[in-house]
């Protein structure tokens, strides 16, 4: 069965303060891994998608990167504008583009 | 270019009683995706539309929820009758042709409220 797990759920750092969100899945024939962002009483708003193990996408202060198990969204020295929901979802072979999403984790950085 | 629209934002309705939730997609974008968030839980699928044909609807609860999408634009949600457990935020998302590989884009979602 497919499943999709963060970690941590909830996260607080201080402005400045890098840290790294984790994202490990089980999905058959993974076609493509899409992080999003979540404010709240908004939509997911898409941020990467990423297709194959090694392969690694940045904007601005996020870098994600994707293993064949795990993917990670790094924050370097975060700001209190990104304070968000990230959501992991994976997509698997032959679902047609389904999305397989996580709980995602709670950011909050303090200035 | 216009996003996702979903209206409405909100809905509270009693016990019984019918809604329907309405999405327009991106304009071009051939797939539509219905998600549902229900409080405390992941967000997860409800089915996919490819123009107008439904290409998978195994994430649809029961038949009290119908999904059409006319003419291969719109796509209407009904919920007939409601019941308590049918609370919960309804995503509508949409994303170009091709499957697995290509971004979808989100609407702000429709909360809806059953009492």
């Known amino acids: 069965e497919d499943q999709v797990t963060q970690s941590p759920e909830a996260l607080r750092l201080q402005e400045g303060e890098s840290s790294s969100l984790n994202c490990s899945y089980t999905?058959?024939?993974?076609?493509?891994l899409f992080w999003y962002r979540q404010d709240p009483g908004k939509g997911p708003e898409f941020l990467f998608t990423?297709?194959?193990a090694g392969e690694e996408k940045e904007k601005e202060r996020l870098k994600a990167t994707l293993t064949k198990k795990e993917s990670f969204l790094h924050i370097t020295a975060p700001k209190p504008e990104d304070s968000a929901t990230y959501l992991c979802?994976?997509?698997?072979?032959?679902?047609?583009?389904?999305?397989?999403f996580g709980q995602g984790t709670e950011l909050s950085v303090k200035p | 270019e216009a996003g996702v629209t979903q209206f409405p934002s909100h809905s509270v309705i009693e016990k019984g009683q019918t809604v329907t939730l309405r999405c327009d997609p991106i304009?071009?974008?051939?797939?539509l995706y219905w998600y549902r968030r229900v409080m405390g839980k992941e967000i997860k699928f409800l089915l996919h539309?490819?123009?107008?044909?439904?290409?998978?609807e195994s994430g649809m609860p029961n038949n009290r929820f119908l999904a059409e999408r006319t003419g291969g634009t719109y796509s209407t949600l009904k919920v007939q009758p409601a019941e308590l457990e049918d609370s919960g935020v309804y995503f509508c998302?949409?994303?170009?042709?091709?499957?697995?590989?290509?971004?979808?884009?989100f609407g702000q979602g429709t909360r809806l409220t059953v009492v």
């Open positions: 990423l297709y194959s």
């Open positions: 979802a994976p997509s698997g072979g032959n679902q047609g583009g389904k999305l397989i």
């Open positions: 999905v058959s024939g993974l076609r493509g």
């Open positions: 304009s071009g974008h051939d797939n």
């Open positions: 539309f490819v123009k107008e044909s439904k290409q998978d």
């Open positions: 998302a949409s994303s170009q042709v091709g499957t697995g590989n290509t971004e979808a884009f």
